[in-house]
């Protein structure tokens, strides 16, 4: 009853051990997870983990890092994938201000191109933001992502933005960074996103909750995330599984 809105089980983390750890997964009760593609490598084998397992589907999208790798070529081959019946949304996409590979505006650029293909398709978005609120909630302004919406992915900012988030019909995601004990813009945003609007995620291998923080991510650890959420809240854990399993099936248009 748990749904894993961001796994990256398509990198070479997981190719000892892939199958076990989709295994351990569903164990733990995590019952859909999507499988999230962000360049070259990892965009094909997301679409095969979707084909291969009924409860997995598969996001498409280019990141922010890499975003000067990327030409209409590109475009043009998301636009492609998009049209499988697994995938569900496109994204991750973003901006990335921690890593300086690709400059800003070249960023900004492939950014609202894959905006724009997004309302096209009329998919939803997943946002990378790193370091980099106010330009993305700028640019999904000007660019009127609110006709599609989608997910703020492992959002680690100030709750002052929670606001403008949801007015362009975007959920928020949480991973590992709300379990940490140095964390408490995380854990005050866990309290303060309405219910129907929250997410949650691992983002493995990365991130991964307390008390594995350090160690590989992976799907299981999700149930860290919503026990954390539930504390915070108030609530039980079902509770928490059952909303954000609902959201998860609304951001994503698919049936129960
Ligand atoms: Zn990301
Ligand atoms: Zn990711």
Redesign the pocket.
């Known amino acids: 009853m748990l749904f894993d809105t961001h796994v990256h089980l398509n990198v070479k983390q997981f190719d000892q051990d892939r199958r076990q750890v989709i295994e351990r997964a569903k164990e733990a009760g995590v019952e859909n997870m999507v499988v999230v593609g962000f360049d070259h490598e990892t965009i094909p084998k997301a679409i095969a983990l979707a084909e291969q397992f009924d409860f997995i589907y598969a996001a498409v999208g280019w990141h922010p890092v890499d975003a000067i790798d990327f030409t209409s070529q590109e475009l043009d081959w998301l636009e492609e994938l998009s049209k499988h019946s697994k995938v569900v949304a496109l994204g991750?996409m973003g901006l990335d201000y921690h890593w300086d590979k690709s400059p800003k505006d070249v960023q900004k650029d492939v950014f609202r191109t894959q905006i724009r293909l997004a309302k096209k398709l009329n998919m939803p978005i997943i946002i990378?933001n790193r370091e980099a609120t106010e330009d993305i909630i700028e640019i999904l302004q000007d660019e009127d992502a609110k006709t599609v919406g989608g997910i703020m992915?492992?959002y680690n900012d100030s709750p002052d933005y929670i606001q403008a988030c949801l007015e362009m019909n975007f959920y928020l995601s949480l991973g590992g960074p709300v379990t940490f004990k140095n964390a408490p813009l995380p854990k005050e945003v866990a309290k303060r996103v309405p219910l129907d609007r929250l997410l949650i995620e691992t983002?493995c291998p990365f991130l991964a909750p307390h008390p594995n923080r350090g160690k590989r991510n992976e799907p299981a650890y999700v149930r860290l995330v919503a026990e954390q959420i539930a504390e915070l809240r108030g609530l039980s854990l079902e509770e928490v599984a059952k909303a954000t399993t609902d959201n998860a099936h609304r951001v994503f248009n698919l049936s129960i």
């Open positions: 991750e990378h992915h492992c983002d």
